[in-house]
């Protein structure tokens, strides 16, 4: 019957799949064209876009893809790596920059896929095509439009594009040139506008009431509205204004209104663009470099042009109209056709369907026949289980002999524990009482020792109460106590700590005055418990509260909430079971703590509950009834017999009393990423009077602090929670803001693979634990050490001593080569600054910032300086160009500022010092 019903559905899938595949319409294979757009922000650029879509919606093939860097390099770059791995059947990119797209439209073009380069080009010819105007060309007619219009001198002012783009390079040489023949025609004064209204009203008013001038060429329309505005506003008299583009609704209104003079034609290409793709997809043939013609715009033509333009306006719209109620058409017409398949699927599944019941119908009687005869094999395989039965229950019993014999050992193992325990906490109370006062700088060590004695009791204590459940034989000894001193004194024990962990720590209480029945050493271990919980997983700067509400006729509630993460809820059922251990903190206690809790509050009849969220924390509560009625007798002792509440043991962390010596002996920041709260004591304590000191209990933490303020150095246990150490490592040196940063990794882990994997991973030292103090103050200080040399060097030198690259090298040489040579190459641009620096190496200017000053000891700009001024001693000793060039050669713009620096940094003037250099020769 199963076989039958498994090939029957079977066959309906293989029928259902077929009759989809034959009664719906494959899709043909779209062609997709990849389109890298620089910047959609302005008009030019919008119509480029519009143009492309109208030419590709006339081919159905096609399916066209945009994506807008909005002007930034590194998003245009990873919209170019994103098309490569969707494998487009073609690219076209319009660069934002020449030089930073150039290696990834290359990488697109040996990849195999066809590139088409529009409007601004690329530091290569390694593309299939190149559509645009000649830029250099515009450029040369804008200046010979100029020299036919012009009888006597024209000052004339350019506002230029964007630096480091070809159409901006190309239209300035162009123009250069064009003027060169020409005496009337005077270049004062240039300046990047970025192509935008805003940048162009800037240069305009900053140059206005200092440079004379006749004529503003601006790269395009949208900087020569920027101009216009300007010089309407303060200049009575008249000033020729010519851009490039002439768009309709733009440049061609403007000169027709009159707010510019003339404007070239600047066409998009879009259409062109589009056609040209489809030649090089079906492999026609085609040219490499494809020119647009571009015209002269001013009053003559404008008019006519722009009517033109309007009209051609409405024709694209009603084109548009067309081609949607085309696409609205198709789209009916596949929705009646996928339903008529439908019906006719439907039918077919019907008939099928009505078949195979009466089929499984026929199948059934002969099943019941099968079924009679193996109930009788059955009841044969019932008796041999019972059997098996048997013999389990004897081999049960076994088992569980043995488990009592071992649990009855470690029950004998944990009470001689105690003993020893005894022995050392015994005398080291006796030592801490009396100690003299000469030796008053050990108390912080013997009540580090006292605190872990106490920690390791608690430990065997908890163990043994777990036995004695476990064999029912922990008695209640309950008796009449007061539960706000009670609360408050295990309070007062946990505020050091909260302290310690700048925790907010409250005790709160509806009344003083609640007299409550429970056994005070029971009722101890629950609350200590559960705040020793709290406290564990509470960040630093959080909040813990113990509250108290005796509002309940017959109830008193005790609740513990502590803010930070919440459990989650497919964890929050199995919070309360023995041995039972979060997934994220899997290696921290035993498991047994919260369900010993939960069974001690049971024994008083209360209930102990988790409420865990977001917004409000965890929530641990416990409720307890009032009176004794609900105890048995034997339960209840006297006043007299009960512990007293000084017996509570302390908490395990900072005496209230330690002293620490904070006196900073260095400015060496130091990282300290430990969990363990005893050893972050300890290391505090033993680094604090030399280095100043950072804590945090994971690497999660550890990155947050580093992000706000970068250490010299890190110390990292590798066992924590949220973040491990290794991983902390891996993160911190695979980042080019951090990864200079020294680690040294100090675990129990001991094995050489261990070693191997964190020292693989960047760390600069592996010290095993337990170490030698003295040891590890040393490596840190050889750590340092070394840091400090090169950057002495470094900060003297400027430069590497005889720097050969090699798997030897550290980071922090690779980094300063990688300074060194991009400085080298362009201290003499005085457009180049720390920003363009920032953007060649890869990294922010606060990034750029804090790492040189870390490795090299000065800023950016500090040694872009002292760069450029050690290049101007030289030449100035060389004898090879005179100060006032030399300054100019070396990326000062002002003569007068750079004889400020260079007196600064050499103690006298360029002047001086080149007379001081001839006379010692």
């Given at each position: 019957m199963h076989n039958f019903k498994f090939h029957t559905n079977s066959i309906i899938i293989l029928i259902l799949a077929f009759l989809l595949n034959s009664c719906i319409e494959k899709k043909t294979n779209k062609i997709i064209i990849g389109f890298s757009q620089c910047t959609s922000s302005d008009l030019w650029r919008q119509s480029m876009n519009s143009e492309m879509f109208r030419t590709a919606s006339f081919h159905p093939e096609l399916?066209?893809?945009?994506?807008?860097?909005?002007?930034?390099?590194?998003?245009q770059i990873k919209q170019i790596e994103n098309f490569i791995e969707q494998k487009v059947d073609l690219l076209?990119?319009?660069?934002?920059?020449?030089?930073?797209?150039?290696?990834?439209?290359?990488?697109?073009?040996?990849?195999?896929?066809?590139?088409?380069?529009?409007?601004?080009?690329?530091?290569?010819?390694?593309?299939?095509?190149?559509?645009?105007?000649?830029?250099?060309?515009?450029?040369?007619?804008?200046?010979?439009?100029l020299g036919t219009l012009f009888n006597t001198p024209k000052k004339i002012i350019e506002i230029t594009g964007l630096e480091g783009s070809s159409p901006a390079q190309e239209r300035h040489n162009g123009f250069i040139n064009g003027i060169k023949p020409n005496s009337q025609l005077k270049l004062v004064y240039s300046e990047d506008g970025k192509w935008n209204q805003l940048n162009a009203e800037e240069i305009t008013k900053n140059i206005i009431d200092s440079i004379d001038f006749d004529v503003v060429f601006a790269h395009n329309d949208i900087m020569a509205l920027g101009a216009s505005n300007i010089i309407n506003k303060n200049i009575n008299k008249k000033v020729f204004i010519i851009g490039i583009d002439a768009l309709p609704n733009l440049g061609l209104d403007m000169v027709d209104k009159g707010i510019i003079n003339a404007s070239f034609l600047y066409p998009t290409g879009g259409n062109e663009a589009i056609n040209l793709a489809l030649k090089i997809l079906q492999k026609q043939p085609h040219h490499k470099l494809n020119l647009l013609s571009s015209a002269i715009v001013d009053e003559s033509n404008a008019k006519v042009l722009n009517l033109q333009a309007a009209q051609l306006t409405i024709f694209q719209d009603q084109i548009e109209k067309q081609i949607q109620n085309i696409k609205n058409q198709e789209l009916k017409y596949n929705n009646q056709k996928t339903l008529l398949n439908t019906t006719v699927?439907?039918?077919?599944?019907?008939?099928?369907?009505?078949?195979?019941?009466?089929?499984?119908?026929?199948?059934?009687?002969?099943?019941?026949?099968?079924?009679?005869?193996?109930?009788?094999?059955?009841?044969?395989?019932?008796?041999?289980?019972?059997?098996?039965?048997?013999?389990?229950?004897?081999?049960?019993?076994?088992?569980?002999?043995?488990?009592?014999?071992?649990?009855?050992?470690?029950?004998?193992?944990?009470?001689?524990?105690?003993?020893?325990?005894?022995?050392?906490?015994?005398?080291?109370?006796?030592?801490?009482?009396?100690?003299?006062?000469?030796?008053?700088?050990?108390?912080?060590?013997?009540?580090?020792?006292?605190?872990?004695?106490?920690?390791?009791?608690?430990?065997?204590?908890?163990?043994?109460?777990?036995?004695?459940?476990?064999?029912g034989k922990l008695q209640l000894a309950v008796s009449e106590n007061e539960l706000v001193p009670f609360l408050k004194s295990i309070y007062n024990v946990f505020v050091p700590l909260s302290r310690q962990k700048q925790i907010n720590f409250s005790l709160l209480t509806d009344q003083n005055d609640i007299k409550l029945?429970?056994?005070?050493?029971?009722?101890?271990?629950?609350?200590?418990?559960?705040?020793?919980?709290?406290?564990?997983?509470?960040?630093?700067?959080?909040?813990?509260?113990?509250?108290?509400?005796?509002?309940?006729?017959?109830?008193?509630?005790?609740?513990?909430?502590?803010?930070?993460?919440?459990?989650?809820?497919?964890?929050?059922?199995?919070?309360?079971?023995?041995?039972?251990?979060?997934?994220?903190?899997?290696?921290?206690?035993?498991?047994?703590?919260?369900?010993?809790?939960?069974?001690?509050?049971?024994?008083?009849?209360?209930?102990?509950?988790?409420?865990?969220?977001?917004?409000?924390?965890?929530?641990?509560?416990?409720?307890?009834?009032?009176?004794?009625?609900?105890?048995?007798?034997?339960?209840?002792?006297?006043?007299?017999?009960?512990?007293?509440?000084?017996?509570?043991?302390?908490?395990?962390?900072?005496?209230?009393?330690?002293?620490?010596?904070?006196?900073?002996?260095?400015?060496?920041?130091?990282?300290?990423?430990?969990?363990?709260?005893?050893?972050?004591?300890?290391?505090?304590?033993?680094?604090?009077?030399?280095?100043?000191?950072?804590?945090?209990?994971?690497?999660?933490?550890?990155?947050?602090?580093?992000?706000?303020?970068?250490?010299?150095?890190?110390?990292?246990?590798?066992?924590?929670?949220?973040?491990?150490g290794l991983q902390l490592t891996q993160q911190i040196k695979s980042n080019e803001n951090t990864n200079h940063l020294p680690i040294i990794m100090l675990t129990a882990k001991t094995q050489i693979e261990q070693k191997i994997e964190g020292v693989s991973l960047g760390a600069d030292a592996y010290i095993e634990k337990p170490f030698n103090p003295d040891y590890l103050i040393i490596k840190i200080q050889k750590i340092i050490e070394s840091r400090a040399i090169l950057k002495k060097y470094f900060k003297k030198n400027l430069s590497l001593p005889e720097f050969t690259e090699n798997e030897n090298t550290s980071l922090e040489e690779r980094f300063l080569q990688k300074i060194i040579a991009i400085v080298d190459k362009n201290y003499n641009n005085s457009r180049f600054g720390v920003?363009?620096?920032?953007?060649?190496?890869?990294?922010?200017?606060?990034?750029?910032?804090?790492?040189?000053?870390?490795?090299?000891?000065?800023?950016?700009?500090?040694?872009?300086?002292?760069y450029r001024l050690r290049k101007a001693a030289e030449l100035i000793k060389q004898h090879s160009d005179s100060i006032n060039n030399i300054s100019f050669l070396t990326g000062f713009n002002s003569h007068a500022y750079f004889s400020k620096k260079f007196k600064d940094e050499y103690g006298f003037s360029p002047s001086e010092y080149e007379k001081r250099n001839k006379s010692s020769q």
């Open positions: 399916e066209l893809i945009i994506k807008d860097a909005k002007g930034e390099n590194w998003r076209i990119i319009s660069p934002n920059q020449s030089d930073p797209i150039t290696d990834i439209a290359v990488s697109a073009f040996e990849q195999g896929i066809p590139t088409i380069i529009i409007d601004r080009k690329i530091n290569s010819y390694k593309y299939s095509a190149y559509i645009g105007a000649d830029n250099y060309e515009i450029g040369k007619n804008v200046a010979q439009y699927i439907s039918l077919i599944l019907l008939v099928i369907s009505i078949v195979a019941l009466f089929i499984s119908y026929l199948l059934k009687n002969k099943k019941n026949l099968e079924l009679a005869e193996k109930s009788v094999a059955i009841q044969k395989q019932k008796d041999a289980i019972e059997a098996q039965n048997v013999q389990i229950k004897k081999m049960h019993k076994q088992i569980e002999d043995a488990t009592q014999a071992k649990l009855t050992f470690f029950t004998n193992i944990s009470h001689e524990i105690r003993t020893p325990l005894t022995l050392i906490k015994a005398p080291l109370t006796n030592l801490m009482q009396k100690i003299p006062k000469e030796y008053e700088s050990f108390k912080w060590d013997l009540a580090l020792i006292n605190n872990n004695t106490d920690r390791l009791l608690r430990l065997i204590n908890q163990l043994l109460d777990f036995r004695k459940t476990e064999t029945y429970f056994d005070i050493n029971l009722f101890d271990k629950v609350i200590f418990n559960i705040l020793s919980n709290a406290f564990k997983f509470t960040d630093k700067n959080g909040v813990i509260k113990i509250k108290i509400n005796s509002s309940h006729i017959s109830k008193v509630a005790i609740c513990i909430t502590n803010s930070g993460d919440p459990i989650p809820e497919e964890e929050q059922k199995n919070i309360f079971t023995r041995f039972y251990q979060q997934s994220h903190h899997s290696h921290m206690g035993t498991g047994i703590g919260l369900s010993l809790s939960k069974e001690f509050i049971e024994m008083h009849k209360g209930k102990l509950t988790l409420s865990s969220s977001k917004e409000t924390g965890n929530t641990f509560c416990i409720e307890l009834y009032k009176g004794k009625d609900h105890f048995e007798e034997k339960d209840i002792i006297s006043n007299e017999d009960q512990i007293s509440i000084d017996n509570i043991l302390p908490i395990n962390s900072t005496n209230e009393h330690s002293d620490f010596d904070n006196s900073i002996q260095s400015d060496i920041k130091l990282l300290i990423v430990e969990d363990d709260e005893g050893l972050q004591e300890f290391l505090v304590h033993l680094l604090s009077s030399r280095f100043q000191t950072q804590l945090a209990s994971n690497g999660q933490e550890a990155l947050e602090i580093i992000e706000e303020n970068q250490p010299d150095l890190i110390l990292t246990d590798i066992m924590m929670p949220v973040m491990d920003e363009q620096l920032g953007e060649e190496i890869g990294l922010s200017r606060i990034h750029l910032y804090r790492k040189m000053k870390n490795i090299a000891g000065l800023s950016p700009s500090d040694y872009l300086n002292k």
